[in-house]
């Protein structure tokens, strides 16, 4: 195995997202050329077209160059507990941190995916990026990339963090280093928004996801309407007040254009007389159930992810269509997905998902109705949105205090998660080359990656084309689209599992109660059966993290605590007593043991419902539908 090969191995394990940027796995990177500095240390040659040589490392004395620029930096390492390392090179910079600062923990961005690349294959570092004090590892300049190494920050170090950076950054590329500044915050402001959602609706979630296992049993999945709709443009219409504007043109696009709602912009649709072809949904909140209570509500064909509340899509009279997406650890285990499956990034919006289903289902062409990501004219919805009272629209737009540019030139008010959502939408517009957007809205926010047209220009320049779309989507033949009998099997055979995989976690999680309940007394006059123990307990915690289902399970219901123990584990890890092991098993560990139980009867409860709902579920009739 040459070290490439080894270098790509290990952050397949430890860094799966840094590893995908490597994709396809050739070695070979075109002007970056490895060779070894005077004093014997690893260095880089770096030429690019039309561009002077550059050095990674001053090739005269590398060790001294890193040396200085460590001490250059020791007021602001030493003022922060975490650092983070803007460039890693061949790792000089990064083996001198942790090598005089072993307690600072240190999250590394290599914007260069090329330089990465002759980093691997000029040494091996599997060694220093194994340190348990290297937390993150991003690599590459996309959004995601960012998040990889933003996120953690934001989850183990509350945002304080010292900014380090590679002198050849400084010299080369300083305007990305400043780029790169001024992005976190929008990053760390998505995370907040993220994070405050998940912990507001993480229990519904997982109820949600559990329940639609049967739901996606007898619905259809999207795999059946992939590449159905090549050649007809879609319209993904959201809820922003100038749709009001366009409706009429929507109307008659209908016969040529998908017309996807983007969930509770159903409302405005309908209250205008249009039924879209579909309403996308992913709204887990009860606050969704409001926009579907009546039977023309009911009777558009839905395509939902299983994070939607499920009393929406039990009280549904037309066809469902399901998706998933890849943060849904349920879904992932019990549906036992693969690479064929209907799987999108996961996206802030429902606007996100609709167009990452509308281009799934062959649409070249992606038309934006109402979609205005801010309050024109200080109004917060189209008519006909009536799950939102109108006091409520009236405070939201009165506490909105962020500025986006309009389509227009000048600037909308608008708040932090409808910026959120806009900069979501804009990265996945950027993810998906040759794919036309346009932005129809008259007064809404300016959205990267769109041309803006008027929707009655859109109509006039389609209105004569042979394009056409179906009357109904539920009309198109979707037999082909359904699971095999042996994906039937296996997905009912995990989830009858749930009660004694749920018995079995209780049963681990009281046994390793018991002994860390003694550790504090066998520290002290008995440290045979203390060390014993402790080896017990760790062997069991790690019997139980490493199960198929803990993530879908326990990281679902309880993950803030289980990122606290994270956080404290290389304490456990460092102490080198006895006594002070024991003491911090029982504080940190014991914790977080303890969470579980309680939290277990809920998870039982979720289960036990789960069961009983796909226990209603036919194969038989299922096999039949089939054909």
Partial sequence: MTTFQANLSFLEQRFPYAHHQLIPASPQSTGYEPFLSEDGLGNIRIQRSGEREEFLYDPSQTSMDVARWLQAQS??????????LYGLGIGHHLQVLLTFYPDKWIYIYEPDTELFRA????EDMTAILSHENVKA????????????????ICTHAQGSCAFLYMPYYARTNAEGIEQFREEIPAIVSEFQVNRNTRNLFKEQWLVNRLYHLSTNLNSTPLHALKGRFKGVPAIIVGSGPSLKEDVEWIRQLRRH???LSAGTSVQPLLHFGIEPHLV???DGGAIVEKVFQDSVSRSVPMLYSP??????TDSMNSSLFHFFDHTDPVSKHYMALTDEDPVFNSSASVT????????????REIVFAGQDFSFPGEVHYAPGVTHFGEEGQKYVVSHAQVLVENVLGTMNRTNTSYHVLLRNTEEIISQLAGIRFINTSSVGAKIKGTEWMRMEEYYKGIRESNIRSPERIDTVDAAAGFYSNERLAMILTRVKLLSDDLHSYQQELNEMKKLIGKLADWSRTNPSKCTKALETIEDKWSAVVNRDSFTALYESLLPEELHYFDNHLSLIVAERTLIGKARLFEIYLGKIVQEMLEATPKLQAMAAEAMARIGRFDITDAINAKG
């Fill in 75 to 84: 007021d602001s390492i030493s003022q922060h507990d975490h650092l983070l």
């Fill in 119 to 122: 980093a691997l294959q000029a």
């Fill in 137 to 152: 590892l991003a690599v590459g300049s996309s959004t995601e990339a960012k998040r990889q190494l933003i996120y953690p």
């Fill in 257 to 259: 254009c998908l017309i």
């Fill in 280 to 282: 996308a949904l992913v």
């Fill in 307 to 312: 994070t939607t509340n499920y009393r929406v």
């Fill in 352 to 363: 996100g998902m609709a167009i990452q289903a509308a281009v799934y289902m062959g649409c």
